[in-house]
């Protein structure tokens, strides 16, 4: 069987004179003594705490295969935005990335339950979640797309970052434009709540934020910062009205090409990048809210009232879209967070 190559794909590998994987049901299995580089791409900047996990994890391989096994780190979009390197590793044009889950809801509808707002009070429940058997069996629903993911990485919660005003209660949203990603639920929530989505590219988000093209974006401070996003806006809210985790993904023909102790060894050295991963998120946010501080930028906290208002601000959201997502996987999510004001709504 003939498999056919992104465009995007086959021109990334021949513009950085890659050899690409040619996966697929004709594919041979790798022997013990065969190497192998694996190009990993992601969006994120280098040095971002995601990148040095993801630097841990090219070290353990490669320590652990004797330098049979090379990975090699891509960051900040070199071989493509997140979908097309999700596209690219599908095709096996590419062996691994790591797309923040709204981006990989495209490509699996049943992760868009991550998509909903307020889901999760804080990282430490959400990693409860997605490490149990539930995020697991979540994890195994990607293979239909031939793509195998090895874990969930962190990103983050996502906050509000405005460029002339601080922002703290959601009818403060009304008529604001705010870049978001491309996902769906995300646009149709801040739609609900009167603001004026505005999906863009990541690389067009800073001059759009200069130029006046939108009022503010919405991610983790981390990402805010290492991309200067807070340069032109530096007026930060800390809503969290999202968490971001990000899925290790790695081609499913190049992934059962290795043999069984080389599989074990990739999936050993992503657990302990994505444990360092969520340890550096913990050090890290407090550093970067002192940064912005220090360099004139405001970040504010919520009261407990003025959280409870946003919290109530997305009930009519999940009584309206709950029944457009996978509303069981929905409820075990919300279930299993502990968050039983928006159980309640969706009953």
């Not at 990335?97 to 959400?126: M, Q, R």
């Amino acid at each position: 069987m003939i498999r056919k190559t992104s465009l995007f794909a086959a021109g990334t590998v021949a513009a950085l004179g890659l050899t690409a994987w040619t996966g697929g049901e004709n594919s041979h299995v790798l022997a013990q003594g065969d190497s192998h580089t694996i190009k990993f791409g992601n969006v994120i900047s280098a040095g971002d705490t995601q990148n040095q996990g993801y630097d841990l994890f090219a070290e353990l391989v490669s320590e652990r295969t004797n330098g049979r096994i090379t990975v090699e780190v891509y960051p900040d979009s070199q071989l493509g935005g997140e979908r097309e390197m999700v596209e690219a590793t599908q095709f096996g044009d590419i062996e691994m990335t790591a797309p923040s889950v709204g981006v990989l809801a495209n490509f699996d509808k049943s992760l868009e339950v991550f998509d909903f707002p307020f889901i999760f009070e804080d990282a430490k429940t959400a990693h409860e979640v997605l490490d149990s058997e539930l995020g697991d069996k979540m994890l195994a629903g990607l293979e239909d797309s031939g793509l195998i993911g090895l874990g969930w990485g962190e990103n983050g919660f996502r906050n509000l970052a405005m460029v002339d005003r601080t922002v703290t209660t959601p009818d403060e949203m009304e008529g604001v434009k705010l870049r978001t990603m491309q996902v769906p639920k995300h646009i149709a929530y801040w739609e609900s709540i009167g603001a004026a989505p505005t999906p863009m590219p990541f690389p067009e988000v800073f001059t759009s934020l200069q130029q006046g093209v939108v009022d503010g974006v919405e991610n983790p401070y981390e990402l805010l910062y290492s991309a200067r996003l807070t340069e032109p806006a530096n007026h930060l809210t800390e809503t969290r009205h999202i968490y971001d985790p990000e899925v290790i993904l790695i081609s499913k023909d190049f992934f059962n090409s290795l043999s069984a102790e080389d599989q074990q060894i990739i999936r050993d050295a992503a657990d302990e990048a994505i444990a360092k991963i969520r340890s550096l998120k913990q050090e890290v946010s407090d550093e970067i809210r002192a940064k912005i501080e220090q360099e004139g930028g405001t970040v504010t906290e919520l009261s407990d009232e003025e959280r409870q208002q946003w919290i109530d601000s997305a009930i009519a959201f999940y009584k309206e879209h709950a029944s457009t997502v996978d509303t069981a996987q929905l409820k075990a999510v919300l279930e299993a967070a502990g968050n039983t004001t928006f159980l309640k709504a969706i009953e």
